[in-house]
T-cell receptor, first 112, second 117 residues
Framework: DAGITQSPRHKVTETGTPVTLRCHQT?????MYWYRQDPGHGLRLIHY???????DKGEVSDGYSVSRSKTEDFLLTLESATSSQTSVYFC???????????FGAGTRLSVL | AQTVTQSQPEMSVQEAETVTLSCTYD???????LFWYKQPPSRQMILVIR??????QNATENRFSVNFQKAAKSFSLKISDSQLGDAAMYFC??????????????FGEGTQLTVNP
């Protein structure tokens, strides 16, 4: 357990509504990531952060924004949710010289 | 861009036997890391094993070992003495050793492993 908490764990929302997912870590890790998991695709990187206010895009960033105003929190926002954003979302942190990534428990998001 | 391919969507094994999961990757880099993650029905992603590309010796972790063939860009996972608790989705992942952006992981599509009693 790398001290990662994702909230909420499950969410159902309607198309066009804004959604924010939160990732909270307790161990002061510099790097944080957001991935989405879809059948047949494994996990794909949405956005990542390498420090407070330092973020960059991953391979599937369209329709998503992120913010990191504190080391411990990394927020993923869907400004206007679409059905194609129905997925399981994972937050991860990168730890130590081995740069191993550890994952949160995931958030299942359904956009109806 | 790097790609990771797992050509076996599903595998099955009898309890106590050995199974090998395949993974191939494509990269032009010489320094990188490879990982196997396990995802049981709980959905939690669990690191199984890690390999550094500059090391010729294959990594092992208890009943889990890898066969790393750098020239062939192959990274298979062997599970010995399979247990019911090994049943899960297994993901192969690649990470470049270069720079800040190199810390991201690129995943394969996954292999669903069933363990039969």
């Amino acid at each position: 357990d790398a001290g990662i908490t994702q909230s909420p764990r499950h969410k159902v929302t309607e198309t066009g509504t804004p959604v924010t997912l939160r990732c909270h870590q307790t161990e002061n890790h510099r790097y944080m990531y957001w991935y989405r998991q879809d059948p047949g695709h494994g996990l794909r990187l949405i956005h990542y952060s390498y420090g407070v206010k330092d973020t960059d895009k991953g391979e599937v960033s369209d329709g998503y924004s992120v913010s990191r105003s504190k080391t411990e929190d990394f927020l993923l926002t869907l400004e206007s949710a679409t059905s194609s954003q129905t997925s399981v979302y994972f937050c991860a942190i990168s730890e130590g010289v081995k740069n191993i990534q550890y994952f949160g428990a995931g958030t299942r998001l359904s956009v109806l | 861009a790097q790609t990771v391919t797992q050509s076996q969507p599903e595998m099955s094994v009898q309890e106590a036997e050995t199974v090998t999961l395949s993974c191939t990757y494509d990269t032009s880099e010489s320094d990188y890391y490879l990982f196997w993650y396990k995802q049981p029905p709980s959905r939690q992603m669990i690191l199984v094993i890690r390999q550094e590309a500059y090391k010729q010796q294959n990594a092992t972790e208890n009943r889990f070992s890898v066969n790393f063939q750098k020239a062939a860009k192959s990274f298979s996972l062997k599970i010995s003495d399979s247990q019911l608790g090994d049943a899960a989705m297994y993901f192969c992942a690649y990470r470049s050793a270069l720079g800040t952006s190199g810390s991201r992981l690129t995943f394969g599509e996954g292999t669903q492993l069933t363990v039969n009693p």
